[in-house]
């Protein structure tokens, strides 16, 4: 109690009471923002016009309109009012930058630092959101002056790891590239991941960035790590499909987040439990036809 006529006894006094003279302005209030990782699965560039272009992992950017890192890319985004919850500030935001207020969503994390933001305390909670690509509709915000799909690329340059009596430490350092039709964006970021017993310890350190404002090369790293992992024991990869696929464009969807090649008959029966056919077929010029699946409905309800 440190208001002198305000300070009651808090055994004495109704919460009501308390609430009256409960001062806000005793305690600084950082701004709250949330960013979007809006990734889908988009056709590639078509070197060769005897080839069909590769499909591949797209996300998202933002061409920045004004000050901080005025002309470079960030993830979409904005502050939070003070009468909206954060899901309803992502879903605001995600419907802004895309057109599209009905599909996956995902907390991440949220983002602390204190000097990640240089306008002031800013607190940011990431989302993920996985889309159709043919349904998408793209539209730069009120504070940017260009939004475009950045082909989404990390490469492993170095790795070490270290066994000692309580557990192990693994560090990494990896390259995250960002292309589209003009620009490269890239940063490195520096993984260290310590086990000791059951206790587990992940840093992430930003060593150089190119390009992309804020520390979100350090977050799309960590999307990109959160995606990898969830495909193996969810159903998070068919939000990026149609609803009607053939099961080779599923794996390509799968070997694209995986960054591993699969052997097709492994990979159908690990997905017949998923899927049901629908009776169906997809037609392709000089190609047999390909029978067309969907997620099975009892999956979708889960």
Known sequence: MSHGDKALDPVNISEEEFL??????????????????????RSGEQENYRKLAEPELGLLLIRRGGHPYLGQWALP??????????????????????????????????????????????????????????????QAGDDASDASWFRVEQKLIEEKRHIHERGRVTERRIQLVLSNETEQLSAIVDTKEQVEGRVRNSKLKLVDV????????????????????????????????????????????????????????????????WVTPTGEYASSAGHRPSRLYRLDPEREAL
């Open 20 to 41: 009256k003279t409960y001062d806000a302005g005793d305690y600084e209030r950082p701004s709250v923002t949330v960013d979007m990782l809006v990734f889908t699965i």
């Open 77 to 138: 985004g904005g502050f939070v009012s003070m009468h909206e919850s954060l899901e309803d500030a992502a879903r605001r935001e995600l419907q802004t930058e895309t057109g599209l207020d009905d599909i996956y969503l995902e907390q991440l994390y949220t983002w602390g630092d204190v000097g990640r933001d240089p306008r002031t305390r800013v607190i940011s909670c990431s989302y993920m959101a996985l889309v159709d690509s043919s349904e998408l509709e793209l």
């Open 210 to 273: 190119q390009g992309i404002a804020f520390d979100h090369a350090q977050i799309i790293h960590y999307a990109l790590e959160r995606l990898r992992s969830k495909i193996e024991y969810t159903d998070i990869a068919f939000n990026l499909m149609p609803e009607k696929f053939t099961l080779t464009a599923l794996q390509k969807v799968y070997e694209i987040i995986s960054g591993k090649k699969l052997l097709a008959a492994a990979f159908r029966r690990k997905m017949a439990d």
